[in-house]
């Protein structure tokens, strides 16, 4: 018996990863506009924003990527760390 069954995965042909890219734009598209449509109970005026969500959520993930790139300067440690 070989132990050659090497096969693909899902992920691995661009094709896929291109229509789950899709998918995932598709649906972010359809949540924002779904942010006009629902009501929402608001506790504060700059949520009335269209689309507020959104955008919080993407200057949040770009925020957290800067200061990661920051920290990483005083946290890493060199290549041969445990060799030494």
């Given amino acids: 018996m070989s132990d050659n069954h090497h096969s693909d995965g899902w992920f691995d042909k661009p094709e896929n990863v291109r229509k ?3 998918v995932f734009y598709v649906i972010c598209g359809l ?3 779904v942010d006009f449509i629902v009501h929402r109970h608001v ?3 700059w949520e009335n924003i269209p689309a507020f969500y959104a955008i919080y959520g993407f200057v949040g993930c770009v925020v957290l990527v800067l200061i990661a790139k920051e920290m990483r300067k005083f ?3 060199g290549e041969d760390y445990y060799d030494e």
């Fill in 31 to 33: 949540l924002v506009l």
């Fill in 75 to 77: 946290l890493m440690r």
């Fill in 43 to 45: 506790y504060h005026d």
């Fill in 20 to 22: 789950m890219l899709r």
